[in-house]
């Protein structure tokens, strides 16, 4: 209990802290949100998303999962999308990977895991499309980090294979969709360059209405 009073200190420093510099901050946000952001990340707490990017709560919209997967059938994360994009009008869904994760390091292994191994199966779909890439790479940690990079560049593609994508664009609502990674050993976040903006940035197949 200890520990929990400690937090619940840490709060009211924090809010005092920030009320001191802007007396109207709270009041302000506890209206209405209007972030121009989502974040999709991990849930490792070593990845604390608003930090990082140097935002306010209110900026950032954020959805966060093991291993910052986009699944089609997870209706929590078309949920988030759903709300983010119709009702918020974000213009920018940034999936944010990170070296070091712990998912993607338990992806490339084989152990069983129990419940997780559902969800982590996503990886290791990742994972077995490019295999060939990762069994060239030299050690272990190289082969982690790649793998966290494509995993990012497949959820970049599994957001803007969504319906609700594709339905904002052909609406015409500005909509743009990054893949960053964030290296722990640095806490510097690096650009994928992987933006997709548009239907034309996925494989026809997937293309909804075309």
Not at 53 to 77: E, T, Y
Not at 94 to 99: E, S
Not at 186 to 192: I, W
Request: charged share 25%.
């Amino acid at each position: 209990m200890d520990e929990l009073r400690t937090l619940l200190s840490n709060n009211r420093r924090w809010a005092a802290r920030v009320k001191a510099a802007d007396p109207e901050f709270f009041s302000s946000r506890a209206s209405q949100q209007t972030p121009r952001f989502v974040w999709v990340g991990c849930s490792d707490s070593r990845v604390p998303s608003d930090t990082v990017v140097g935002l306010k709560p209110g900026d950032l919209f954020v959805h966060r999962n093991i291993g910052n997967q986009i699944v089609h059938s997870d209706l929590n994360a078309m949920s988030v999308l759903q709300f983010a994009i119709d009702v918020l009008r974000v213009r920018h869904i940034i999936v944010c990977g990170h070296f070091g994760c712990g998912a993607v390091r338990a992806a490339l292994g084989n152990e069983p895991l129990g419940l997780v191994d559902q969800w982590l199966r996503h990886v290791r779909d990742v994972r077995q499309e490019h295999h060939e890439e990762l069994a060239a790479l030299a050690d272990e940690r190289a082969r982690a980090d790649r793998l966290c990079e494509l995993n990012t560049l497949q959820q970049v593609q599994n957001v803007a294979r969504t319906g609700i994508a594709q339905e904002a664009w052909r609406r015409g609502q500005f909509l743009a969709v990054h893949g960053w990674v964030y290296d722990i050993h640095t806490g510097l976040l690096n650009d994928l360059g992987a933006t997709v903006d548009g239907p034309e940035g996925i494989p026809a197949v997937y293309r909804l209405g075309d």
